[in-house]
């Protein structure tokens, strides 16, 4: 089945340090692909997406490239700030439509 | 970007009563709701989907008589957990989805704890 693979936290960071989160999937056909960011206690909130090969979606500092050779979809920021810490979760839609989430990757990023 | 207000925030109830959860779309008509479980450092599980006049989908797993889902609108869907147990305890979160459009609008979420 679809199924989307993140690398494992937490991820400790100083600030203005680059940040890569790796994120793989497996899906058939030609998924979306999204990061969202969850701050504690509080639900998700859309950071980028992509939605065909090669397209790169970016906010915010963040980017991520659709790359369909090598089913990824990782996530950079070449510098990090105190705020950024929280938990970021990459994503794809099925062809079915569903959203389906990686295990979430913790980044805290100290001063 | 659209708004999804999801109430209440958080919920403490004892064993064996329901606690109802609402999600509404604020700013647009949502045809498509979903239903998440969190547990604590894990993923979101996809509990149902709902669509505004029918029944839900409910995922391998869920109980539909345990979590039952309404969504008698185009801006508001029901959980409501019915005979809540402590393992119930858990964050559920809400999403909500436009007609064509392939964006979904995530809700803060609901804390509920069951003693």
């Known amino acids: 089945g679809d199924s989307v693979t993140q690398m494992e936290g937490p991820v400790t960071l100083s600030e203005e340090a680059f940040l890569t989160i790796n994120c793989t999937y497996t899906a058939t056909g030609y998924p979306s692909l999204f990061w969202y960011v969850q701050y504690p206690g509080e639900g998700l909130q859309l950071l980028l997406k992509?939605?065909?090969?090669?397209d790169k979606g970016s906010n915010k500092g963040f980017e991520a490239t659709y790359r369909k050779e090598t089913t990824s979809f990782h996530l950079e920021k070449g510098s990090v700030q105190v705020s950024d810490s929280a938990v970021y979760f990459c994503?794809?839609?099925?062809?079915?439509?569903?959203?389906?989430f990686g295990q979430g990757t913790e980044l805290s990023v100290k001063p | 970007g659209a708004v999804v207000s999801q109430h209440p925030s958080w919920v403490i109830c004892k064993s064996g009563t329901s606690v109802k959860i609402e999600c509404r779309s604020l700013?647009?008509?949502?045809?498509?709701m979903f239903w998440y479980r969190q547990f604590p450092k894990q993923s979101l599980m996809l509990m149902a989907t709902s669509n505004e006049g029918s029944k839900a989908t409910y995922e391998q797993g869920v109980e539909k008589d345990k979590f039952l889902i309404n969504h008698a609108s185009l801006t508001l869907s029901t959980l409501t957990v019915t005979s809540a147990h402590p393992e119930d305890s858990s964050f559920y979160i809400c999403?909500?989805?436009?007609?064509?459009?392939?964006?979904?609008?995530f809700g803060q979420g609901t804390r509920l704890t069951v003693v």
């Open positions: 992509a939605t065909k090969a090669d």
């Open positions: 700013d647009f008509q949502a045809t498509t």
């Open positions: 999403s909500a989805q436009a007609p064509g459009n392939t964006e979904a609008f």
């Open positions: 994503a794809l839609r099925n062809q079915g439509g569903k959203l389906i």
